[in-house]
């Protein structure tokens, strides 16, 4: 039986990512019904799979991982078994306050461990859950904001964090942060907010030249030295990587020329263009480049593994540029067009058609949880659910190196 594991960021009120709530589910092909039947295993295979085969410190970068716990978990003592700056015990709504759960809770909070109640609904009776509660989680999907007021108003008094969960707009997100919430759970984040009449400012286009200059068929090292050298903060990127053990100098590079001349042709136009991005984006969550990148490198070793026939360069900047309209706030029709040189990524991005498509499909279906499409999706590539995971894991820890 193959597990599914992924992650699901969790930001704090500068869009910085606080946590991630891990993701899970058995293998896809399973009765989904059957699996919802016992809670207790889905949540302890999550744990062990997690923080013991799967190594926490990759999947979240060394941020704390959201689990869900039942009342059996609480009661058998099973989050002590894991290190406590790693573990969010997130209790699940359907548990009693009952006073060995209660006990249980103020045991882990005096061991210094996080304690969250999912899916808060206040009722009187959970009053002794809330005392040693850290975090109140509160659904705000098809929420009534009054109702919402009135829960945040009879928590007050025991001061918790708030986290707002399933946020899927902007505008949620704001009416959250009006109302004092500290967290924000949902896909608000990677949804395009699109400006009527954007234009490109000069800080944005400077980018977007090197990215066209990147992408031409001949590039002039030259002239592309000389867009860098504009920028102290993107050559500084720039020297780091190419000094960085991924490419294992034997000497310390200091000048532009000789790093780009490291890199070699194929890298230089995956690593400026990531470094591009990476500057387009300074008013966005860095969440959307680990995404973008993640995506990328998850295209990349498909095509490399699975579908050789693909070029990976195509199929790596397809995953890096999937988010284009995200962080330039601008149609992906308006967007790429802009750029030059990724005309064979357009049939990709902006009508969703052909094979790398159908590969960007398994990994945004796989990052959302959405396991039976993504499966389904892979089996037309011949692809095992055992691959898929190792295909996700290794792209997530191959992006934790650079970001």
Known sequence: MHQFIARQPIFDRKMNVFAYELLYRFDATQNF???????????????????????????????????????????????????????????????????????????LKEAGYTIALDDFVYRPELEPLIQWADIVKIDWLNADPEKIRDIVRKLWPRSPRLLAEKVETYEIFQQAMDMGFSYFQGYFF?????????????????????????????????????????????????????????????????????ALAILGLREIKKWISLLAIIGISTNKPNEIIRISLIRGRFLETFGARHCRSLDSEQLFMSGLFSLLDVIMEMPMADVLPQLSGVTEIEEVLIEGRGPIADILGIISSYERGEWEDAVERCCCFGVTEEQLLQLYLDAVSWCNAFL
């Open 190 to 258: 990677s949804k395009p907010v699109i400006l009527a009449n954007k234009k490109i400012d000069p800080l944005m286009a400077n980018y977007v030249q090197l990215i066209q200059h990147v992408n031409r068929t001949d590039v002039d090292f030259a002239c592309l030295a000389r867009i860098i050298r504009r920028d102290v903060v993107l050559s500084y990127r720039l020297l780091r990587l190419v000094n960085s053990a991924y490419f294992g100098a034997r000497h310390e590079v200091k000048s532009i020329r000789h």
């Open 33 to 107: 019904v059957a699996m919802l039947s016992n809670p207790d295993k889905a949540s302890s295979e999550t744990i062990m799979g997690s923080f013991y085969g799967n190594n926490i410190e990759n999947i979240t970068g060394n941020r704390p991982a959201f689990v869900n716990f039942t009342q059996n978990l609480l009661e058998a003592g099973i989050a002590t078994l894991f290190p406590k700056q790693y573990l969010v015990v997130e209790i699940l709504e359907d548990v009693p306050p009952l006073p060995s759960v209660v006990e249980t809770c103020r045991q």
